[in-house]
Every structure is written in C-alpha cells, then in structure tokens.
C-alpha cells in the first residue's frame, strides 16, 4: 500500500512540474478546406506552442490555451497584429480570428517572457502563405 502511495505522489508531482523538458510533440495541422470556419487550438505549456506552426483559412479562429501550472505566458505577434498579455492561470485562452485581409500572410509569433527559449509559433492564412520565419 505505501508503495502505491508514494508511486502516485510521485506521478502527481511529475505532471505538476509540466512533466519537464520544455519540449512537446511536433505535430502537423494539415489545411482546413477553403471557405473553412471553425476553431483550431493550440496549447501553451512550459515553454512551448504545440502544434508550433498551424494553417487556417480566413475566418477561422486559432485559440491558445494554457496547460498545466506554468503561467506568465504570452502569445504576441511580432508584427503587432495580437497580443494576449499575460495568460495566468491553468485553462486560460487567447483567441484570434483571421479575417480575409489576412490570406496569403503568416504570422510569427512568440511568449514575450520565453522567447530567448524558443518559445514561439506561426500562423499562416491561407493556401498562399509563405513559410515562417526561421526558428517559428
């Protein structure tokens, strides 16, 4: 019994800590069809945006949200387009939505807090969006 015990605390205090390493699974979005609406997520972890990079079409909404106890997170667009503040708590979200003036750019985005981590991601809008910007 005491064996189950400290196996569970120790499960318990891994997955608080974020699980560690700062790193998630890279994970692929493939584009949604033309015209598409909807929402496509994204999780902010410790010190990472999985997926890193997704693809919307204008009018879809992309929404970050905050997973695990990790807080003092942005989400900001470099070129000024977005910018969450501080997420600080446990399922906090930030959501944008890409209008029409949006198809054909991509944005590159970033924690203000993480950055020098690595922490950022991308949004490209539309079939026609070049790729980002190194290290997004």
Not at 3 to 13: D, E, M, P, T, Y
Not at 107 to 113: A, H, I, L, P, V
Request: a neutral charge.
């Amino acid at each position: 019994m005491l064996r189950k015990i400290f196996l569970i605390a120790g499960v318990a205090a891994w997955t608080a800590c974020g699980g560690g390493g700062g790193s998630s699974p890279t994970e692929n979005k493939t584009s949604p069809p033309a015209g598409a609406t909807g929402t496509v997520n994204v999780q902010v972890g410790d010190n990472f945006f999985s997926p890193q990079s997704v693809r919307v079409q204008p009018g879809q909404t992309v929404q970050w949200m905050l997973v695990g106890q990790m807080t003092n997170h942005t989400v900001t667009d470099t070129g000024g387009a977005f910018d969450s503040g501080f997420l600080d708590h446990s399922g906090a979200t930030f959501s944008h939505t890409f209008g029409s003036g949006d198809s054909g750019k991509t944005f590159n985005y970033q924690c203000q807090t993480h950055a020098s981590l690595g922490m950022k991601g991308s949004v490209q809008v539309g079939a026609n969006a070049p790729p980002p910007s190194p290290g997004y």
